[in-house]
């Protein structure tokens, strides 16, 4: 992979950032890619892959839009962490299927399957969370029973 290909891809996603408002997901994406090295070096390795041949690629050349190229990426990483399924948590606290779509200001959230013990991924956050979002990751992804807002 070149590094033209991966400016390319920075620009785009900086630009979409801008426009949208959006929180950049590249700081806790690496944590995820981090515990992933840990606990799954094939894993890891699978990641890395995705990110060259697939993440950056899609994003540089136009095919892909680049904040839902990257949540899904973070999606991949949640799932290549925990077995489970990925939620959108809307602005009354309600979950959804997920579906890769920004627009709507959704939390996205990775849940442990059932049984499977553990606390939820964080995969994508709206510009702002609502109380209900917030309280609903504070006792899922946080483990606080009282929320910190």
Same mark, same amino acid.
């Given at each position: 992979m070149s590094q033209d290909l991966? !400016?390319?891809a920075d620009?785009?996603?900086t630009g979409a950032l801008n426009a949208s408002g959006a929180r950049d997901p590249r700081d806790y994406y690496r944590e995820q890619l981090k515990k992933l090295k840990e606990v799954d070096p094939e894993k890891y390795d699978e990641a890395i892959t995705y990110y060259c041949d697939k993440l950056v690629p899609s994003v540089a050349s136009g095919e !892909?839009?680049?904040l839902i190229a990257w949540m899904e990426?973070?999606?991949f990483l949640a799932e290549s962490l925990m077995q489970g399924k990925t939620v959108s948590i809307d602005e009354n606290g309600r979950s959804?299927?997920?579906e890769p779509d920004i627009s709507q200001g959704r939390l996205v959230l990775h849940l442990p399957q059932s049984g499977g013990g553990g606390r939820a991924i964080l995969v994508g956050l709206p510009s702002e969370l609502s109380p209900a979002q917030k309280a609903t990751y504070d006792v899922l992804v946080s483990g606080r029973h009282r929320s910190s807002g």
């Open positions: 991966t !400016a390319t620009q785009l996603l !892909a839009e680049p990426y973070g999606r959804h299927p997920y």
